[in-house]
T-cell receptor, first 113, second 110 residues
Framework: EAGVVQSPRYKIIEKKQPVAFWCNPISGHNTLYWYLQNLGQGPELLIRYENEEAVDDSQLPKDRFSAERLKGVDSTLKIQPAELGDSAVYLC???????????FGQGTRLTVV | GQNIDQPTEMTATEGAIVQINCTYQTSGFNGLFWYQQHAGEAPTFLSYNVLDGLEEKGRFSSFLSRSKGYSYLLLKELQMKDSASYLCAVKADSWGKLQFGAGTQVVVTP
């Protein structure tokens, strides 16, 4: 069974440019998460979806970040415009339900220069 | 606020045992997870505790004491491939949101 797939693996952009990340969760997983992980830190939740509904986006900086999960499957996370401090690894995870473990993708390492 | 503490780094010899402690103070508790993360890789699930006591899974065991806000992950018969960061994460609400600690980097030496 395929795991959580993210693309791209790496992205380097100049500040003020837009960037988008894509995530394909494990088939049948209704819950999808986007996490941000800085070097030497644990992941921090940005947004959580139950099917196509964003049920927890309290940690998402909505002035520059946006996310969508059309049809309750794939999801995209966008940053516009990117800032130097956005350099981090962006992890997508999915789970079959609320009370089960999350399965993580390999992440997208973003470098803003 | 939410607080999850674990040591930054631990070093142990191949074949030895290492215990990684995690203490937490969260607004709620609906379970504690341990994940392993190799450098540049995704976190992978190791264990889940929701009731007090010890959960054993091969060379890895995890313990939970809810009254003390404390958990540990025990790695036995250490192998070189166990060198990784180990993340303690608490599910603080019933909706599945995980709060992660900063991770403990375990270095296994020959």
């Amino acid at each position: 069974e395929a795991g959580v797939v993210q693309s791209p693996r790496y992205k380097i952009i100049e500040k003020k440019q837009p960037v988008a990340f894509w995530c394909n969760p494990i088939s049948g997983h209704n819950t999808l998460y986007w996490y941000l992980q800085n070097l030497g830190q644990g992941p921090e939740l940005l947004i959580r979806y139950e099917n196509e509904e964003a049920v927890d986006d309290s940690q998402l900086p909505k002035d520059r970040f946006s996310a969508e999960r059309l049809k309750g499957v794939d999801s995209t996370l966008k940053i516009q415009p990117a800032e130097l401090g956005d350099s981090a690894v962006y992890l997508c995870a999915s789970s079959p339900g609320m009370n089960t473990e999350a399965f993580f993708g390999q992440g997208t390492r973003l470098t803003v220069v | 606020g939410q607080n999850i503490d674990q040591p930054t780094e631990m070093t142990a010899t191949e074949g030895a045992i290492v215990q990684i402690n995690c203490t937490y103070q969260t607004s709620g508790f609906n379970g504690l997870f341990w994940y392993q993360q190799h450098a540049g890789e995704a976190p992978t699930f190791l264990s889940y505790n929701v009731l007090d006591g010890l959960e054993e899974k091969g060379r890895f065991s995890s313990f939970l004491s809810r009254s003390k806000g404390y958990s540990y992950l025990l790695l036995k018969e250490l192998q070189m491939k166990d060198s990784a960061s180990y993340l303690c994460a608490v599910k603080a609400d019933s909706w599945g949101k995980l709060q992660f600690g900063a991770g403990t980097q375990v270095v296994v030496t020959p």
